[in-house]
């Protein structure tokens, strides 16, 4: 019984010590209702301290078989503390195999895909960052954008450190 316990322990000691992210500076996630309008700004907002060290920045997508495009087309928005000044990117992402099958991890109908925003970047002022994403999905032909963009659940940010 003892013997037990003491295996149970460990293990559990072990499962935690190896699910620990050590690049992980920033993870968070706003979950959307399956649609993302695109007037719909998902923001998040994190203090930074470190001016001098390097890191990468993801955009976090989970989504679902609903999704029905190949591509995504963001436009991502990051504002330094105390200054009106906004760094704009349009990025395209590839998300889905030719035969429609979605990219990205997971073992159900919802998949996650980590995508790079900005590598090896450094913050150049300590403070409060705002980082704001928007879809800026166009069908084929249409200048108009995708009203309601349909299968995606998630949309999250990521800050890592470089080891």
């Not at 013997?3 to 293990?11: D, E, G, P």
């Not at 955009?59 to 760094?87: A, C, H, W």
């Not at 450094?122 to 999905?137: L, M, R, T």
């Amino acid at each position: 019984m003892q013997r037990t316990k003491i295996s149970l322990s460990l293990l559990g000691a072990l499962m935690l010590f190896c699910s620990c992210d050590r690049q992980r500076v920033f993870d968070e996630y706003k979950s959307l209702d399956g649609k993302w309008n695109k007037d719909s700004i998902v923001s998040f907002e994190f203090e930074q301290k470190d001016t001098v060290s390097k890191y990468n920045l993801f955009v976090n997508i989970r989504d679902n078989n609903s999704y029905p495009y190949n591509n995504l087309f963001l436009i991502v928005q990051m504002q330094e503390p105390g200054t009106r000044v906004v760094k704009v990117d349009t990025l395209e992402y590839q998300m889905a195999n030719p035969d429609g099958s979605l990219l990205g991890d997971g073992f159900s109908d919802i998949k996650e895909s980590k995508l790079w925003y900005k590598e090896k970047v450094n913050f150049p002022k300590p403070g409060k960052y705002k980082v704001s994403i928007q879809q800026a999905v166009r069908q084929g032909g249409k200048v108009p954008g995708v009203q309601e963009l349909e299968g995606i659940t998630d949309v999250g940010f990521r800050i890592e450190s470089i080891e």
